[in-house]
């Protein structure tokens, strides 16, 4: 849980968003532009945790990418397992 309250972001509603995991946020912000779409918030540390960015599609729908830290990250779930966006 997050406030956008001061976080630099436009007035946004309460909502929850899936994180879409990138091992580089950095180019796939670049793409986002490049097929579209518009960065709504630009990539932000989360220290110790990993950086994240929101964006908007082509179609207008929200996500964010998130790119986690290197240090103790987690395993990643296997597609189908419970816990994981599908």
Request: proline share 10%; aromatic share 4%; charged share 20%.
């Amino acid at each position: 849980m997050m406030t956008w309250a001061g976080a630099g972001a436009p007035e946004l509603p309460p909502e929850w968003m899936g994180h879409i995991h990138t091992a580089k946020l950095d180019e796939e912000l670049k793409t986002v532009t490049v097929d579209g779409g518009t960065i709504v918030k630009p990539a932000q540390d989360i220290p110790s945790v990993g950086r994240f960015a929101v964006v908007l599609d082509p179609q207008k729908v929200k996500h964010l990418l998130f790119e986690p830290g290197k240090q103790d990250a987690p395993p990643r779930l296997d597609q189908m397992a419970a816990g994981n966006v599908g």
